[in-house]
Nanobody, 125 residues
Framework: QVQLVESGGGLVQAGDSLRLSCAAS????????MGWFRQAPGKEREFVSA????????YSTDSMKGRFTISRDKAKNTVYLQMNSLKPEDTAVYYC??????????????????WGQGTQVTVSS
């Protein structure tokens, strides 16, 4: 069974940091881009960041650039999202996702096929 399992979320104060992890099991995603999305209450799921299959290309979102950093460890089949200088508006459920097609990457929901269950990040002011 293929699974993506996120961890590392929690309740923090504004200005704090968190590192989210997404561990994949059941198959390897070494040829696939991995992405992070988030969904705040009452809002649509939005793109956060993505990393290519090789790790050589990263897509970011302007509002999070410089604060959020995506990385991957192929040996561990794990992708990370380091989040620094967190703001209350970063409060959301964060989801990791695996690309739908090998050697491709994108920013759309449809560019991803396998999704984790999400991890809650709450930032208090």
């Amino acid at each position: 069974q293929v699974q993506l399992v996120e961890s590392g979320g929690g309740l923090v104060q504004a200005g704090d940091s968190l590192r989210l992890s997404c561990a994949a099991s059941g198959r390897t995603f070494s040829s696939y881009a991995m992405g992070w999305f988030r969904q705040a209450p009452g809002k649509e799921r939005e793109f956060v960041s993505a990393i290519s299959w090789s790790g050589g290309t990263i897509y970011s979102t302007d509002s999070m650039k410089g604060r959020f950093t995506i990385s991957r460890d192929k040996a561990k089949n794990t992708v990370y999202l380091q989040m620094n200088s967190l703001k209350p508006e970063d409060t959301a459920v964060y989801y990791c996702a695996a690309g739908a097609r090998a050697f491709n990457m994108g920013r759309r929901l449809s560019d991803y096929e396998q999704w984790g269950q999400g991890t809650q990040v709450t930032v208090s002011s």
